[in-house]
């Protein structure tokens, strides 16, 4: 087997492994932190627990769409990585 | 192991334009969407048919009253304008958005070339979620050009200062293509998920994740349809005095 070609896939596993993991990291902690707040908030004005849920669910959606955009790089350089389909289209032609 | 709805092809036509062939494939995608939507459209047909005005309504009635009900408050809370030209789109949204979501869980086998597939949901597709977004961000277009028009919508890309035009062009590009993501990436992973866990812990694990998919997949419409709501009346600028007086008698009047 080629070499070149074994590189590629080191370098895409471990590329998307580093992405999934740093790019969780940002994301846990800030909803972490929003989730902190809502629940403090929520102690002290429980009338405004409704306002506070529906806003609490679109930072989170907000916050985690950041999470989503590393592990969609991550799907792309496991199931469809373009450089791989360059190299193996040219090996076997 | 198929990861997207897309992969998944019935038919395919070939069309041959401007001296070349290609084909347009009728894919899991396609036949989800159209599936989805002459369900949903007979389904709401069927119940509208018996709708009354008094006390004694079905229980169907019922729900879709509390349905619209809630999308007009959330409408009515959120652009802080009257629901009406609305709720249409958001309602139309919301709704495929959420019945899509929810028919991942559904186990329906299709036979494909004498090969096994089974159902995936349209929106684990990026095609159908570029599309919504396509249809959100021209709305926002169509929908600011008529509140303020054509130069008074255009004013807003070249504010505070005309030299942040090409950031402000930017933003608006990025917002229609995060909220395609969003969505996608969100259902795509939960899919994903449980395919990955069938093959290490059938039995127990998938169906947790797929609790967890039912959660994500409920409250990520309400997201979708919340950004909407929030970049159309970004687009159509502050509501004005008179506007707010009249959604405030409105409000005023149902209490």
Known sequence: ?93 | MKISPDEIVFYQIPVSLFNRTFSIDINMTIVGTWGIMIFLFFFFRHITKDFNDSLQMTRLQNMVEVLVKFLREQIESIMKRKADPFICLIGSLFIFILVANWTALLPIPFIVDKSLEWYMPPTSSISTTAGLSIVVMSSVIVYGMKKQGIFGYFKRFFEPIFILFPLNILSEISSGVSLAIRLYGNIMSGGLLAGILFVLAPFFLPGLINIYGLLAGTIQPYIFSVLAMVYISAGMGDPSESEMEELMSLQLERI
């Open chain 1, 1 to 93: 087997m080629d070499m070149g070609l074994v590189w590629i896939a080191v370098a895409s596993i471990i590329g998307a492994s580093v992405a999934v993991g740093l790019g969780g990291i940002g994301p846990a902690l800030a909803e972490g932190m929003a989730t902190k707040q809502t629940l403090a908030s929520m102690a002290q004005q429980p009338d405004e627990a409704s306002t506070l849920r529906s806003t609490l669910f679109v930072s989170m959606a907000m916050l985690e769409s950041t999470a989503i955009y590393a592990l969609l790089v991550a799907m792309i350089l496991i199931f469809s990585n373009p450089f791989w389909n360059y190299a193996v289209s040219n090996i076997v032609r």
